[in-house]
């Protein structure tokens, strides 16, 4: 069972930074998709950016030329590093790793909360 553990979140100002990670454990497939999504109160949750394990990257519409996610296959981690805060950032950010092929698994991270002030 793969084990998501996160970290960097906090209060920030609108307008700074903050860097999230995600470390994933006990991996046995190398093929997966990881990702962060987001939860605002009141809101379902959504996408924020995901990378598959060969690099490709997805991100969200409200979060993009704001956000950079990266990974690091050989820690099995991926960073989101989130610039230019505004308030409506602030939600529950989730840590995701998954596969889409056989055997077909998903696993999330606790929630981290990022809170955006004016």
């Known amino acids: 069972q793969v084990q998501l553990a996160e970290s960097g979140g906090g209060l920030v100002q609108a307008g700074g930074s903050l860097r999230l990670t995600c470390v994933a454990s006990s991996v046995i497939y190398s093929n997966n998709v990881m990702g962060w999504f987001r939860q605002a109160p009141g809101k379902q949750r959504e996408l924020v950016a995901s990378v598959t394990s060969g690099g490709t990257i997805n991100y969200g519409d409200s979060v993009e030329d704001r956000f950079t996610i990266s990974r690091d296959n050989r820690k099995n981690a991926i960073y989101l590093q989130m610039n230019d805060l505004t308030l409506d950032d602030t939600a529950v950010y989730y840590c995701?790793?998954?596969?889409?092929?056989?055997?077909?698994?998903?696993?999330w991270g606790q929630g981290i909360q990022v809170t955006v002030s004016a």
């Open positions: 995701k790793w998954w596969r889409r092929v056989t055997p077909v698994s998903t696993y």
